[in-house]
């Protein structure tokens, strides 16, 4: 019984290896889908875009509030000790004096040349630019990782051409020899398969060389560096349709300026640095403001 036991949790662990063998291979195994969604959650420069984006986002509720009409109060409590003059009384006292001091202030702008409003507007603007770059950088981010991984994809085509060519010069080679052999052939041609033999193996590992770079240049499109083993899926590709492939040029084109964050984005700041003028040339005006104490 204790035979059977111990061989069932042998097999058992065996199992369990197998599994988390098996797991941790599919792991290392990328798609191109988790690549860019990788690419897009742990990119720095990203990550700064976002921030600035927050930071635009600030810049507007600072600007709404500054067209708050503003408050400010004041308390204070002193202490008076030795010779000194009664606030109340206005006579000599050689006793303590308390004294008390309260002060409510505020203000409005009633006018200052639009400069608040136009400060507001050219937040919003601002922010609305910097979503429109956030944009285009994950676009960019993305067609980055995308050429990145088919050339990962075409250096392993190179590679498996080259191993290919490489067998059937090997087979060539056998034959080559039995011809010299049997005098059917000179044996000049046995040294021109053996050298050409020695440019595939070059050329095996050139590609090899080349495929270790692509996935170098991926790797360090997405900061790796602790992950082994690191493996691309080969994707299903499906052939586009004919209406995709025989678009009109000037579609393609209203498209894009409409589209494009890039486009949209420079519109952006080409409003705010209109209103940025205009914010400027109200400091001629002048102001009005109401306040009271």
């Known amino acids: 019984m204790k035979q059977r036991f111990e061989h069932f949790t042998l097999k058992l662990t065996l199992?369990?290896?197998?599994?988390?063998?098996?797991?941790?291979?599919?792991?290392?195994?990328?798609?191109?889908?988790?690549?860019?969604?990788?690419?897009?959650?742990?990119?720095?420069?990203?990550?700064?875009?976002?921030?600035?984006?927050?930071?635009?986002?600030?810049?507007?509720?600072?600007?709404?509030?500054?067209?708050?009409?503003?408050?400010?109060?004041?308390?204070?409590?002193?202490?008076?000790?030795?010779?000194?003059?009664?606030?109340?009384?206005?006579?000599?006292?050689?006793?303590r004096v308390l004294s008390d001091?309260?002060?409510?202030?505020?203000?409005?702008?009633?006018?200052?040349?639009?400069?608040?409003?136009?400060?507001?507007?050219?937040?919003?603007?601002?922010?609305?630019?910097?979503?429109?770059?956030?944009?285009?950088?994950?676009?960019?981010?993305?067609?980055?990782?995308?050429?990145a991984?088919?050339?990962?994809?075409?250096?392993?085509?190179?590679?498996?051409?080259?191993?290919?060519?490489?067998?059937?010069?090997?087979?060539?080679?056998?034959?080559?020899?039995?011809?010299?052999e049997a005098g059917s052939i000179p044996r000049g041609n046995l040294f021109e398969i053996q050298s050409q033999i020695a440019n595939d193996e070059l050329t095996i590992v050139n590609s090899q060389n080349a495929v270790d770079m692509a996935y170098l240049g991926l790797k360090q499109l997405l900061d790796l560096d602790s992950v082994k083993d690191f493996k691309i899926e080969k994707p299903k590709i499906d052939i586009p349709a004919e209406n995709v492939l025989n678009t009109n040029p000037d579609e393609v084109y209203l498209t894009a300026i409409t589209k494009l964050p890039e486009v949209r984005s420079a519109y952006l700041k080409y409003e705010s640095s209109m209103t940025g003028l205009a914010l400027a040339t109200g400091q001629r005006y002048p102001r009005l403001t109401i306040s009271g104490s």
């Open 15 to 95: 199992i369990l290896f197998i599994f988390v063998l098996t797991q941790s291979q599919a792991q290392t195994t990328w798609t191109l889908q988790k690549c860019v969604d990788y690419a897009r959650t742990n990119n720095l420069s990203l990550q700064q875009s976002k921030l600035t984006t927050e930071t635009a986002k600030i810049k507007i509720e600072q600007s709404s509030a500054s067209m708050f009409p503003s408050l400010n109060g004041n308390a204070s409590h002193s202490y008076n000790f030795g010779r000194t003059i009664d606030l109340f009384t206005n006579t000599f006292a050689t006793n």
């Open 101 to 147: 001091n309260f002060s409510l202030t505020g203000s409005v702008n009633v006018f200052n040349g639009f400069q608040l409003r136009n400060n507001l507007k050219q937040s919003h603007l601002d922010f609305m630019s910097s979503q429109l770059d956030v944009q285009k950088l994950e676009n960019d981010l993305s067609m980055n990782v995308v050429s």
């Open 149 to 180: 991984y088919l050339q990962i994809l075409y250096a392993d085509e190179n590679l498996a051409i080259a191993q290919k060519q490489s067998e059937i010069t090997l087979k060539q080679l056998e034959n080559t020899k039995n011809l010299v």
